[in-house]
């Protein structure tokens, strides 16, 4: 919807309004002309209703409005006698209009002193889950929303299952577009598996004061640009079109900023001309070949922190129920007539199940692992390995999966670009050799109609030979450049992008440790996500403020007991 179209709208809803409830006005002692005016209408209202006149802020936030409509429905007829279950269930499902038949069908009898207290312990607990539901709202869309780390893109930095609390004031809180949804949840309401949001009508885009830029090298939670797409390595494009705030989240690291040069060679990046430096919590993981002439142990992989390898383990014979007790651990099973090779991930197959069977595991010269820097050198420390080199992809090799996706750019994961990352305001020459790069910012994000005849380009018409963009641009990757799908694969992320700011770890669940108390990791519990030093658990001190608090209630009780 466009400006006109939002103003033809807003006015339709005054007039209801004002036709439906100008004479409850009247016989709460105003006057008529009252419920005409828009805002001023609403505060009207509340004193009619005896509600605060605050109130009137939260019918035009989106999403708290949904709530905060069909309370102030219902305290509405209820300050006019109509207190019954019947009327109130008429009035929500009519969506406030059965408003109209109370205003001119009915005997009016304003009721200036309400009791506003619930006359049920069913109608209390409904009032103070809705009011527990808008605040928690409120707290979700503008000030912090919980996420959890669902993949391994940012290991060893953040790991999988880390939960994390995610600010969204610091880079300014990002206002809903999409104006019908449910609450608390994202694109998907669960158990339903159905969208909890309708796409008209979309509210244009608008974000609140920040309180700081983002900077290079910050982790970032974004909308997923690729989301506007089904497949966005393919040509075709073919559309989802999901709204922007309902895209999927991701998690990555802000490693170019609006106005940056960024290019990768060997798998490092380079911004302006000049190595980036990594924030000292980083544990950026890159490939690796570690060679040992007797074979390089697994143990020796997970005992220094190796997550992600592969295990493989040799069968001479093997019957389709064993095979089966096998399967959940596997990821793949080969049979040739050296014997069955297994394989599985870092997990391995567990113990009680490889020995009473006789599963040899392969102890491979050469294993291909990611590596923090950390990593590294303990490893190299061990003595326990002949070498350790880096491997990057040759430049020879250039799949079209690779961000433009376009021939003319010959880029793949470790050698890239150079690229220049799009800033608002800043103009740069459009030709037939540089629009890939553009493309989809012109077409996607700032909503231009594309046309290419040649080597003449139509912007929404109109030939031309240069383009100024209309907002900032960012590039985000993970820390775990092998296992990461980002902005090498699918580009830009702009602006209107930026969900916020990961500021805490509240808890950290690893799915794979065995046993319920060896799953949390404690030492993450209650972490900062940034920080120039090692990460600090605060939990204990939470603990101890906890307990000090609840010494603290009980003898307040105690003594008011006594007084």
């Not at 035009?60 to 069909?70: A, R």
């Not at 139509?458 to 296992?483: A, E, H, L, P």
């Not at 972490?527 to 209630?553: C, I, M, R, W």
Request: hydrophobic share 40%; with cysteine; charged share 20%.
């Amino acid at each position: 919807m466009n400006s006109t179209s939002w103003l033809v709208f807003i006015l339709l809803v005054q007039i209801i309004h004002f036709l439906g409830t100008w004479k409850l006005y009247v016989k709460a002692g105003r006057k008529a002309w009252e419920a005409a005016i828009p805002v001023y209408n609403g505060i009207v209202l509340m004193q009619i209703i005896n509600r605060p006149k605050w109130w009137v802020l939260l019918l035009f936030i989106p999403i708290i409005n949904l709530l905060m409509f069909p309370i102030v429905w219902v305290e509405t007829i209820r300050s006019f006698g109509r207190n019954n279950m019947k009327e109130t269930w008429l009035t929500i499902l009519s969506l406030g209009f059965y408003i109209y038949y109370i205003n001119y069908a009915t005997e009016l009898n304003y009721i200036e002193d309400r009791d506003l207290k619930p006359r049920t312990n069913l109608g209390e607990w409904t009032s103070s889950i809705l009011f527990a539901i808008v605040a928690a709202t409120l707290v979700h869309t503008y000030v912090m929303q919980p996420y959890v780390i669902p993949t391994p893109s940012l290991e060893k930095t953040l790991l999988v299952g880390d939960f994390l609390l995610v600010s969204k004031f610091h880079y300014g809180a990002r206002a809903p577009m999409t104006t019908v949804a449910a609450p608390m949840v994202h694109d998907t309401i669960p158990v339903l598996k159905s969208p909890s949001y309708i796409k008209k009508p979309q509210l244009p885009y608008f974000r609140l004061p920040k309180i700081q830029d983002i900077k290079r090298n910050d982790i970032v939670v974004f909308s997923w640009p690729a989301d506007t797409v089904r497949f966005f390595r393919d040509q075709s494009n073919i559309r989802v079109d999901k709204p922007i705030d309902k895209r999927s989240n991701y998690v990555k690291r802000c490693v170019g900023i609006p106005g940056d040069s960024l290019s990768i060679i060997d798998g490092d990046i380079y911004i302006n001309g000049k190595l980036s430096k990594m924030p000292f919590r980083s544990k950026i993981q890159e490939p690796y070949k570690i060679y040992n002439q007797k074979g390089v142990s697994s143990k020796l992989l997970l005992e220094y922190g190796v997550s992600e390898f592969i295990r493989t383990y040799k069968a001479t014979n093997i019957n389709q129920t064993q095979y089966e007790a096998l399967k959940p651990y596997l990821i793949d099973a080969r049979a040739s007539d050296k014997g069955t090779f297994l394989y599985s991930k870092s997990e391995g197959i567990p113990p009680g199940i490889l020995r009473p069977n006789d599963y040899v595991e392969i102890k491979e010269r050469e294993r291909h692992v990611s590596l923090s820097p950390q990593m590294r050198e303990a490893i190299e420390k061990s003595g326990q390995i002949d070498s350790i080199v880096k491997h990057t992809v040759d430049k020879s090799i250039t799949p079209i999966s690779i961000f433009p996706h376009s021939k003319d750019y010959p880029f793949n994961q470790d050698q890239y670009g150079s690229i220049y990352i799009p800033q608002a305001g800043k103009t740069v020459a459009l030709n037939t050799k540089v629009l890939p790069l553009y493309k989809r910012i012109i077409e996607e994000y700032e909503y231009n109609h594309l046309e290419v005849n040649g080597l003449e380009i139509k912007i929404n018409g109109r030939v031309v030979s240069s383009y100024t963009f209309k907002q900032d641009y960012y590039w985000m990757m993970g820390d775990n450049r092998t296992n990461s799908e980002d902005s090498r694969y699918w580009g830009y992320v702009p602006a209107d992008h930026i969900v916020g700011k990961p500021v805490f770890i509240w808890m950290s669940w690893d799915s794979n440790a065995k046993g319920l108390l060896n799953k949390i990791r404690t030492e993450r519990v209650f972490t900062t996500v940034h920080g120039n030093d090692e990460p600090q658990s605060y939990f204990k001190y939470f603990l101890l403020f906890l307990a000090a608090y609840f010494v603290f209630d009980h003898f307040r009780k105690k003594k008011k007991a006594k007084a």
